[in-house]
Every structure is written in C-alpha cells, then in structure tokens.
C-alpha cells in the first residue's frame, strides 16, 4: 500500500520512506489511499499481542514483511504485561483499556518503542546511511516516551522540547534525567504549542536540512503525525475488542464505543482507523478538558483555535492545535487534498477554518465530543474510586466523565472501550486531592501518599527516578530552537 500526502494526492510515497520523512514536504501528513479490511474472527484468533501487530501492521507497512512487524513488536513491548493492555471492567458495560503499563507509564511507550526499531529498519530499507535526528515537541509524555524508546538506539539522536511550565515535576525529571549520550531534552519559555510549531518550522527548514545532510544527519519525527506512531495505535483496538469477545463480554461482530482522552488526535484517529478497517464501532467519543477546540469542532465545524489557552490537570491534552486532525479532515473530505489544503491554510493565516456541512455531517456520524472542567475531572476520579474501587489519572477520568455525559444523555447503553492513557502516579497531586488528601511534601513523599491512600504500590520507574539527578538544564525561547540544535549536533 503506497502512501500519500494529506495534501497532495499525486504524491505517492512508500511506507518505509514516510518513516524515514515524517511529515511531507508540502507540509501535509502521510494517509493511507484505501483501507484493508480484517476479519475479525481471525483478528480473535490470534491470542499472541505481538503477532496481532505483525499482522495488522503489515496492511499499512508494505514496505516490511508481518514477521519483521511481529519481531519490532515482540522486542519493542518485552517490558509490557502478557497481555500488553489489560481492560478492567467497571460495571457492565465500560472498559478500561490500560494502555499505560510501558516503561513510562503512558499509552505512548506503544508507538514510541515501535517507532525506532521500525526507524532503523526503515532507514536500512530506502539505503540512507545516515544519523537519524528525532526532533519532538511534546506536552509531557511523548519527551520522555522519546526518550526511552529511542535513547538506546545505535545511529538515532533525540532532542525534545518540552514547555517549562504546564508538565509535572516528575515528568520533567523523567526527562531531564536521561543520561543516555545521544539525548538532548530543553525547557521551552512557551506552551506546548510554541514547542509544536517550532519543531514544525525546523523540519520544514531546507536550507537547514540540506546542512545538516552534508554533516551526516537527516531529521525524522517522534512526533503523532508520523506514520509510524499511528500503525501501532490501531492494534490495540482490535486487541480490546477482541479480549472482550474472548471473555464473552461482547459476541463477535457486535458494536462497541470507544472514548479517548484527546489532545494532538493522534489516539482516537487510530481508533477510527481501525473502525475503517472493519472493528465494529458505533461512536467514537471525543473527550477533552477545557481547551475545548476539539469538542466546539465536533459540535459545530467551526475550527477556531483564538481562544485562551488553559494549563489544566491533563496537561497532556493540553493543545490548541491537533496536528493529526487533518487526517480526518482528508477522510471526511473523500481525499479532496485541495480540500484539506485550503483549510489548512486558513489555520495557519487566521486560526480559524469551518469545514462544509456535508463533512460536518460525515464526521458527526463516527464521532461525538465532549469536554470537562478540572472541577468535574478530580469529582470523576474521587467518584469512581468510591463507587468501584478503581483509581483513574486526569486524563482517563476525562474520559469516564464524558462517556458518563454522552450515555446520560443519548441512552445509548452500547458496551464502550475507554483508553486508559497514563498511570494515576504520574499525575499524583490531582490523584490525592481527588481522594481527600493534601499533595504535602516532595514529588516523592506525595508518591507514597498516594500508594498508602490506594493500596497501589508506586510504580518501580518512579520510585527509582528519586535516585537521579537532572542533567539535562537547558532552557531557550522559540526563536533560538535552531540554533540549540545546530550548537548541539555540530
Ligand atoms: C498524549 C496524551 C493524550 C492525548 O493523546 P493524543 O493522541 O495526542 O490525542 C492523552 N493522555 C495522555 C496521558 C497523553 O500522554
């Protein structure tokens, strides 16, 4: 299956070389001309996780065989539980995909240790011998998912930029603490937006490129718009629903809904992707927290991303402008790339774009939105702990609330998948005012408070983390990103 820009459907490109790009030249993302479609008795019938990603995987990466996917996978999630993602009911019909058992305890460990081993072979496929440089912005979880996923890999370099304020004091230690050598993590005096579009402006720097290119160096991208961060996405879907039907919790072929905590639309687009490959899926449902674009666009069209910018307690959904949004929009306008690209374009002049309504209608159809209030986040989180023992992270009780919101009112009462996108201990403070307690003490100290007012030990990654120092200390603004990385690599 060939790839093509978001914006230009003449541009044709295989899929080991959009790895290797990230993004295309045109400034578009890389989509998939057609989509297969899975059985899903067969897709039941695979009860090894990293066969199901050789097998899903390899419809969307011709470039590589389903036993190369199969191997990537069983190396790349080796650290995760048997059974990679566990759902835990709460009541009858809403499941909690935990998608946050990976190294840092976020669902992004499954792109982000997918991604370099695929990177490497990806490299090796189109013959560039080069240095890759994984350039990413990230809100928080996707820097230290990067990092990990990445900082041990031979040939790879990684730089992050994370903005200084609006991310946890253990995520930025997570960070910062990465000793590896070709590792370099900045603190950004800017919203995670300003870190986005600056990493955005370096890769479409040619001038740039073609420098760094004589030195031995090619830039790639960690960041949800790559290809290869959406592929690995897709298949725990299909792993969900498929556990549910083994536990007989659905039968096979009957419709689930799945809602995801969104931010960048990097999450719930492979959900609808995988609802386009065959997963039964009756609605998707669109959370956010107060930076509401997402759900004003569900409602009404109108994307309009001049508004305040909120630092909320899911700081990781934290984002104005949801980059893999305009992979929907090329679904929702029939591969129109003219289309995508003159919306894209008013986004960029004004901020502000409204799609056709027979687009609106398109997408209505697949998805519902919602948003939530912290106030009514840290209620979720202390209401479902008392109600089913279950301890839920900001952006997961996001989640529960608006899937709560939209059953009330649609009574709709179909069985719903909610990913579970981060532990409860990465985000502690909201965790423990939401029990009744005090977030007293140092990140560590409110570490154990919590383990002691739930019962649940503190996972080992954090516990280990008091024991490191912060070596990574750089701090830019916007304007010098460049020249950090040019200072660094040269
Ligand atoms: C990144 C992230 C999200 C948002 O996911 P997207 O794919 O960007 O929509 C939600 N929750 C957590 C914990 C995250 O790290």
Same mark, same amino acid.
């Given at each position: 299956?060939?790839?093509?820009?978001?914006?230009?459907?003449?541009?044709?490109?295989?899929?080991?070389?959009?790895?290797?790009?990230?993004?295309?030249?045109?400034?578009?993302?890389?989509?998939?001309?057609?989509?297969?479609?899975?059985?899903?008795?067969?897709?039941?019938?695979?009860?090894?996780?990293?066969?199901?990603?050789?097998?899903?995987?390899?419809?969307?990466?011709?470039?590589?065989?389903?036993?190369?996917?199969?191997?990537?996978?069983?190396?790349?999630?080796?650290?995760?539980?048997?059974?990679?993602?566990?759902?835990?009911?709460?009541?009858?019909?809403?499941?909690?995909?935990?998608?946050?058992?990976?190294?840092?305890?976020?669902?992004?460990?499954?792109?982000?240790?997918?991604?370099?081993?695929?990177?490497?072979?990806?490299?090796?496929?189109?013959?560039?011998?080069?240095?890759?440089?994984?350039?990413?912005?990230?809100?928080?979880?996707?820097?230290?998912?990067?990092?990990?996923?990445?900082?041990?890999?031979?040939?790879?370099?990684?730089?992050?930029?994370?903005?200084?304020?609006?991310?946890?004091?253990?995520?930025?230690?997570?960070?910062?603490?990465?000793?590896?050598?070709?590792? $370099?993590?900045? !603190? =950004?005096?800017?919203?995670?937006?300003?870190?986005? &579009?600056?990493?955005?402006?370096?890769? @479409? %720097?040619?001038?740039?490129?073609?420098?760094?290119?004589?030195?031995?160096?090619?830039?790639?991208?960690?960041?949800?718009?790559?290809?290869?961060?959406?592929?690995?996405?897709?298949?725990?879907?299909?792993?969900?629903?498929?556990?549910?039907?083994?536990?007989?919790?659905?039968?096979?072929?009957?419709?689930?809904?799945?809602?995801?905590?969104?931010?960048?639309?990097?999450?719930?687009?492979?959900?609808?992707?995988? $609802?386009?490959? !065959? =997963?039964?899926?009756?609605?998707?449902?669109?959370? &956010?927290?107060?930076?509401?674009?997402? @759900? %004003?666009?569900?409602?009404?069209?109108?994307?309009?991303?001049?508004?305040?910018?909120?630092?909320?307690?899911?700081?990781?959904?934290?984002?104005?402008?949801?980059?893999?949004?305009?992979?929907?929009?090329?679904?929702?306008?029939?591969?129109?790339?003219?289309?995508?690209?003159?919306?894209?374009?008013?986004?960029?002049?004004?901020?502000?774009?409204?799609?056709?309504?027979?687009?609106?209608?398109?997408?209505?159809?697949?998805?519902?939105?919602?948003?939530?209030?912290?106030?009514?986040?840290?209620?979720?989180?202390?209401?479902?702990?008392?109600?089913?023992?279950?301890?839920?992270?900001?952006?997961?009780?996001?989640?529960?609330?608006?899937?709560?919101?939209?059953?009330?009112?649609?009574?709709?009462?179909?069985?719903?998948?909610?990913?579970?996108?981060?532990?409860?201990?990465?985000?502690?403070?909201?965790?423990?005012?939401?029990?009744?307690?005090?977030?007293?003490?140092?990140?560590?100290?409110?570490?154990?408070?919590?383990?002691?007012?739930?019962?649940?030990?503190?996972?080992?990654?954090?516990?280990?983390?008091?024991?490191?120092?912060?070596?990574?200390?750089?701090?830019?603004?916007?304007?010098?990103?460049?020249?950090?990385?040019?200072?660094?690599?040269?």
């Amino acid at each position: 299956m060939k790839l093509v820009s978001t914006r230009d459907i003449n541009k044709q490109i295989g899929s080991a070389e959009a790895i290797v790009a990230g993004l295309s030249e045109d400034g578009g993302l890389f989509a998939p001309t057609s989509f297969p479609r899975f059985s899903l008795e067969d897709v039941v019938g695979i009860s090894n996780y990293s066969d199901l990603v050789g097998f899903i995987a390899a419809a969307f990466l011709s470039d590589f065989t389903q036993e190369e996917l199969s191997t990537i996978a069983a190396s790349a999630y080796k650290g995760f539980p048997k059974s990679a993602a566990p759902l835990v009911s709460l009541g009858q019909s809403t499941h909690i995909l935990e998608l946050y058992h990976g190294p840092t305890l976020a669902f992004k460990d499954f792109a982000l240790q997918f991604l370099p081993r695929l990177l490497t072979m990806a490299l090796k496929k189109t013959g560039i011998d080069k240095t890759s440089v994984i350039l990413a912005a990230t809100s928080g979880d996707t820097g230290s998912a990067a990092l990990e996923g990445f900082g041990s890999v031979d040939g790879v370099k990684v730089c992050v930029f994370y903005p200084q304020s609006g991310i946890s004091n253990v995520q930025r230690l997570q960070m910062t603490s990465q000793n590896s050598e070709n590792t $370099k993590v900045i !603190g =950004l005096k800017g919203n995670f937006d300003d870190a986005q &579009s600056g990493v955005k402006q370096i890769f @479409s %720097d040619k001038e740039l490129a073609a420098h760094l290119s004589e030195k031995g160096y090619i830039f790639s991208s960690a960041n949800s718009i790559n290809w290869g961060r959406i592929v690995p996405q897709i298949v725990y879907y299909f792993w969900a629903y498929a556990t549910l039907v083994r536990t007989e919790k659905v039968t096979l072929g009957e419709s689930v809904n799945i809602t995801v905590p969104t931010g960048n639309f990097g999450n719930i687009l492979a959900a609808y992707y995988a $609802k386009k490959c !065959g =997963l039964p899926v009756h609605k998707l449902i669109c959370a &956010s927290n107060s930076n509401n674009v997402l @759900s %004003d666009f569900i409602k009404t069209g109108e994307y309009d991303k001049n508004r305040a910018f909120h630092i909320t307690a899911s700081p990781s959904m934290d984002i104005l402008v949801s980059s893999n949004l305009e992979r929907l929009l090329f679904e929702m306008h029939e591969h129109d790339d003219r289309a995508v690209r003159a919306l894209m374009n008013q986004l960029m002049s004004s901020g502000y774009y409204k799609i056709s309504n027979k687009a609106l209608q398109a997408m209505q159809d697949s998805f519902y939105a919602g948003y939530v209030s912290d106030a009514e986040t840290l209620k979720c989180i202390s209401d479902t702990w008392r109600k089913c023992g279950y301890l839920s992270d900001t952006h997961t009780a996001v989640g529960i609330k608006v899937h709560e919101e939209y059953a009330e009112k649609t009574g709709d009462a179909t069985h719903t998948i909610i990913a579970s996108t981060a532990s409860p201990f990465k985000f502690a403070d909201s965790a423990i005012l939401a029990l009744g307690g005090h977030a007293n003490g140092d990140d560590f100290k409110r570490l154990e408070h919590l383990s002691q007012m739930s019962g649940i030990s503190v996972p080992h990654v954090l516990r280990d983390l008091s024991q490191k120092e912060e070596l990574h200390k750089t701090v830019c603004s916007p304007c010098e990103m460049k020249r950090q990385i040019l200072d660094w690599l040269l």
